[in-house]
Structures are given as C-alpha cells and as structure tokens.
C-alpha cells in the first residue's frame, strides 16, 4: 500500500540540519574529534534546588496524574516572577503553559490566523516562526533583518498595504540567530506601528538574561499598554538550564491567551506536576547564578570572536543571546559549503545562516555551548588549519 504524508508536510525544511547532521555523524564514525557548535543547548547544569524539587515531586503516586491544568501556584509564581524581574505586573488569566516556546510558536498561526491571513516575520529568523504561519495557513511577509540597519525591524519599509493586512508580528530580541538587541525606542516605534495598523504583537522573549555589555533584558509587557496589543513568550530554558523540560509561557492579552487555551484544550493534558514544581522552584529561587552564566556566556564571545580576529575573520561581538553570528570569511559566499568545508578540515561543526531564512546567507551561526578556553583552542584551530 502507498502512504503519502498530508501536503502540508512539504513546506517543512529540514534539509541544511539534516546535511550538518549527518556531516557531523560521519566524522564521529571516522573517530574524528568533534567539536559541536551547531545546537544552542546550554551546557551548564540546572541548579540544585530545581532538581530537588522536581525529584521529591515525582516520588508523590498523585502527581503522575494528568495536571489538566497550570496550578494556582505555579500561576502566582510567574506573576510574582514577572513583578520582581521586570517590573511587570500581570493576571493568572494572562498566562498560559505551552510545552516550550517552539511549541507554542509551532501552534500559534492555527490559533490566530484564518486562511491567508498575513503574518510579518524577521529574516533571517528562528524557523519554528515560519513553520506556526505556514500551520496556521497564513501569507508570510518578512522584514529584514540586515547588518546596515542594526539587525533592527525596520516597518517603514514595508508596503503599507501589507501592513494592513498583518494580522502579527513576531518580534525576538536579543535576536537568534542575529544576537543583536534591540533597545526600548526600537520597540516603542513597533508598538506605534501595531497601533496604527491593529497589528498584533508576539514577542518572543527567550533570552532577556543572556544580554552583554551592561544592556537591558526586558519584557515586551514592560510597554504601556502592551498586553493591549499583543503576549509574549516567556522561557526558563535558557536562564535555568531546563531546555528538556519545555517550560514555557504565553503571557499578555486575554484573547490571544485563551485562543492559544482553546486550541491547546484539543491536544493536551497540562503540564506535569513535576515539572510544574520545578517551575515553581526556579521562579522562585535565587537567581545569583543566571547572572554569573550571563558573564560566562560573554566571555565565551569574546574568547572566540577575539581569538578569530587576529587571523584576519573580523566576527562582530554579539549584544546578547548564546550566539555568535558570523559573516563568511572571504573566499566565501555559500554558507552551507563553507560549514562542510570547515567540518571536513577542522571537525568544527556549526550552522548555517541559510538555514534561518535568504538574508541569513553569506553568515553562520556558532553557539556559544563550550567553556572560554575551549572556544578560543576552537578559534586558534579554525584559524590555522582553515583561515590560513
């Protein structure tokens, strides 16, 4: 019998990482030592106190039920989170759970969009963006996300008519793969614009806690008026170290709150307690090391984007994210070529910027995922056996 995959299935592209995947398998099977920048899953260790109180919840029979729901606990937790970390004050009915943000973006054109609605998106941009509008059988537009202009959204430059029709925007600073941040007048024009075109606003809010150089990380719902246009997805993956745990939130304006709910009622139980329990613990926790992760996360930056600058690879210093976004050394204009070349030469593997959207080529994306001196061993590496 013939089974054919539903055709919404074709538009998914996972060609470029399932050819460094396997670029990266091939060298492991050569014994080829491996040094792997391609995934931004941080390497540091949960803290113990989130551990702990996941471990002694899942040993209570009752918490292996189905959750259904986010606890009254867990709901105040992040209400008390987003008053103490950003001077946010929200409601429990401005929160929902989503199982990781890429999940909830994933999901989020099937909650908002009718057929061909129009949805503004950045390019380059993280592909779970394009992949929730192509869900939600929305139009994409894109804005551009350029060196010239800062890596800033610059809405002044889309036709007007598309701005009419946008039903969202999604707005992700400090920026992946970019790792510019954007300041509070950036926003604030965003918002003028998502007022004057009854745009709404999703902010994706992942790494506000991993920002360099004495800049602001902050909440989209820190706006006036904010939660009237628009949510945000908020995550502990990051901050805390618990990307498996998919702990994430979509916080703001009611109405897209509870259509993400309603669509969400359909294909899941809630979250599990557990995990709820760890939520529970880091919001509530101390957060000394998410700062000192924060300092480690830039010098982790400066060690490799320093270390390549003295072979001649002039890499710009990330704002924030875990991060570094690298235009191609000269020689080169194909981002995918030059991460197999530089696989097969120095075994470092890394992303490449096509894989983020057209403007993303000529630029490869390095996470910051291995220790300062490691990173800068990796640039000395890249730079004597590639650059020269």
């Given at each position: 019998?013939?089974i054919?995959?539903a055709?919404?299935?074709?538009?998914?592209?996972?060609?470029?990482?399932?050819?460094i995947?396997?670029?990266?398998?091939?060298l492991?099977?050569?014994?080829?030592?491996?040094?792997?920048?391609?995934?931004?899953?941080?390497?540091?260790?949960?803290p113990?106190?989130?551990?702990?109180?996941?471990?002694?919840?899942?040993?209570e029979?009752?918490?292996?039920?189905?959750?259904?729901?986010?606890?009254?606990?867990?709901?105040?937790a992040?209400?008390?989170?987003?008053?103490?970390?950003?001077?946010?004050?929200?409601?429990?009915?401005?929160?929902?759970?989503?199982?990781?943000?890429?999940?909830?973006?994933?999901?989020?054109?099937?909650?908002?969009?009718?057929?061909?609605?129009?949805?503004?998106?950045?390019?380059?941009?993280?592909?779970a963006?394009?992949?929730?509008?192509?869900?939600?059988?929305?139009?994409?537009?894109?804005?551009?996300?350029?060196k010239?202009?800062?890596f800033?959204?610059?809405?002044?430059?889309?036709?007007?008519?598309?701005?009419?029709?946008?039903?969202?925007?999604?707005?992700?600073?400090?920026?992946?793969?970019?790792?510019?941040?954007?300041?509070?007048?950036?926003y604030?024009?965003?918002?003028?614009?998502?007022?004057?075109?009854?745009?709404?606003?999703?902010?994706?809010?992942?790494?506000?806690?991993?920002?360099?150089?004495?800049?602001?990380?902050?909440s989209?719902?820190?706006?006036?008026?904010?939660a009237?246009?628009?949510?945000?997805?908020?995550?502990?993956?990051?901050?805390f170290?618990?990307?498996?745990?998919r702990?994430?939130?979509?916080?703001?304006?009611?109405?897209?709150?509870d259509a993400m709910k309603?669509?969400?009622?359909?294909?899941?139980?809630?979250?599990?307690?557990?995990?709820?329990?760890?939520?529970?613990?880091?919001?509530?926790?101390?957060?000394?090391?998410?700062?000192?992760?924060?300092?480690?996360?830039?010098?982790?930056?400066?060690?490799?984007?320093?270390?390549l600058?003295p072979?001649?690879?002039?890499i710009?210093?990330?704002?924030?994210?875990?991060?570094?976004?690298?235009?191609?050394?000269?020689?080169?204009?194909?981002?995918?070529?030059?991460?197999?070349?530089?696989?097969?030469?120095?075994?470092?593997?890394?992303t490449?910027?096509?894989?983020?959207?057209?403007?993303?080529?000529?630029?490869v994306?390095?996470?910051?995922?291995?220790?300062?001196?490691?990173?800068?061993?990796?640039?000395?590496?890249?730079?004597?056996?590639?650059?020269?």
């Amino acid at each position: 019998m013939e089974i054919k995959h539903a055709s919404r299935l074709e538009g998914i592209k996972t060609g470029v990482f399932a050819a460094i995947n396997a670029e990266k398998d091939k060298l492991i099977a050569e014994g080829r030592k491996v040094y792997n920048l391609f995934i931004g899953t941080p390497d540091f260790e949960p803290p113990k106190h989130i551990i702990d109180a996941l471990v002694e919840a899942a040993k209570e029979p009752v918490n292996w039920k189905y959750s259904l729901r986010e606890s009254d606990e867990l709901l105040e937790a992040v209400c008390d989170y987003y008053k103490d970390r950003f001077g946010v004050t929200i409601t429990p009915d401005m929160i929902t759970a989503v199982n990781g943000s890429q999940e909830g973006m994933g999901h989020l054109g099937m909650a908002l969009c009718d057929k061909d609605d129009v949805v503004l998106l950045p390019d380059p941009g993280y592909p779970a963006f394009e992949a929730g509008a192509y869900f939600g059988e929305a139009k994409v537009e894109y804005y551009p996300l350029i060196k010239e202009y800062g890596f800033m959204p610059r809405l002044d430059l889309i036709d007007p008519e598309v701005l009419t029709k946008a039903k969202y925007i999604v707005l992700s600073y400090p920026s992946n793969p970019c790792g510019a941040a954007a300041t509070r007048e950036v926003y604030n024009e965003v918002i003028e614009y998502a007022k004057k075109y009854n745009i709404i606003i999703i902010n994706d809010n992942a790494y506000s806690d991993i920002i360099f150089d004495g800049r602001e990380g902050f909440s989209f719902l820190s706006f006036p008026d904010a939660a009237e246009i628009g949510a945000e997805f908020f995550s502990l993956s990051k901050s805390f170290n618990v990307t498996g745990a998919r702990i994430s939130f979509l916080i703001g304006n009611k109405k897209v709150v509870d259509a993400m709910k309603l669509l969400r009622s359909q294909y899941d139980f809630g979250m599990y307690t557990p995990i709820q329990k760890a939520a529970i613990a880091a919001l509530r926790g101390p957060r000394d090391m998410v700062k000192a992760q924060c300092l480690e996360y830039q010098k982790r930056r400066d060690a490799l984007c320093g270390g390549l600058r003295p072979y001649g690879w002039d890499i710009p210093d990330s704002d924030g994210t875990m991060f570094v976004w690298a235009p191609l050394p000269k020689g080169y204009t194909d981002s995918q070529k030059f991460c197999t070349d530089l696989a097969a030469k120095t075994g470092v593997i890394c992303t490449p910027g096509i894989s983020f959207g057209p403007l993303g080529e000529g630029y490869v994306r390095f996470a910051l995922v291995l220790p300062p001196e490691e990173l800068a061993e990796i640039a000395k590496i890249i730079g004597e056996q590639f650059l020269k």
